[in-house]
């Protein structure tokens, strides 16, 4: 019998669960019963956002691969590499990125759930000890990339992913507009 296949889905900074790639994601995925999708509501802080996905991956009892979305492809590369499992990042923020994200300190309003919040001095810090330098198994990861990505810098994405598998495309943006298109290179990945 084929094992069941457990996907965590984590969306970007200032997003949510229902972000428009995690309800594209679900909607490809109802059909597949051997795959379970979850798709959580990430906390702003990233020590907590880091201890919701670490519980949800502790908790499980099935195979768990991670996919993640700008600040969630950082979240997802780190805990992949913590757990040993494959990982899939769209147009992820890199560790050469964080530097450059000082100015996410401050009040924000999230864009789903109308939520404000705070992001804190402390917050970016704990963002900081996330950057990992080098990945263990750097062969556990699939980036996607778009070199249009008028958010980060794909050139510094292109240079962490270096020893990665890596699909860079010329165009496109950040949102990553045709994500499903690749859901089933993604799950190739996967498997």
């Not at 100015?103 to 759930?113: A, E, I, R, Y």
Request: charged residues 25%; glycine residues 4%.
């Amino acid at each position: 019998m084929e094992e069941q296949l457990k996907i965590i889905y984590l969306h970007g900074f200032n997003s949510s669960a229902e972000s428009k790639k995690s309800k594209i994601l679900n909607s490809f995925l109802e059909r597949k019963e051997l795959i379970n999708l979850e798709s959580p509501n990430l906390n702003a802080s990233p020590s907590k956002a880091i201890s919701q996905i670490e519980k949800i991956i502790k908790e499980s009892s099935n195979r768990i691969c991670v996919i993640g979305s700008s600040l969630g492809g950082l979240y997802a590369t780190f805990v992949a590499d913590k757990f040993d499992l494959r990982s899939v990042t769209i147009n992820p923020v890199v560790t050469n990125h964080i530097s450059e994200m000082k100015d996410l300190v401050g009040s924000h309003k999230n864009f789903h759930t109308d939520e404000e919040y705070e992001f804190s001095m402390k917050d970016y810090s704990d963002l900081q000890k996330l950057g990992l330098k080098e990945l263990k198994k750097p062969l556990n990861h699939l980036c996607l990339i778009k070199m249009s990505d008028e958010v980060l810098d794909h050139n510094k994405t292109l240079e962490y992913f270096s020893k990665s598998y890596v699909l860079s495309e010329k165009g496109g943006n950040h949102s990553y507009d045709d994500f499903f298109e690749k859901i089933p290179l993604i799950l190739d990945y996967m498997y």
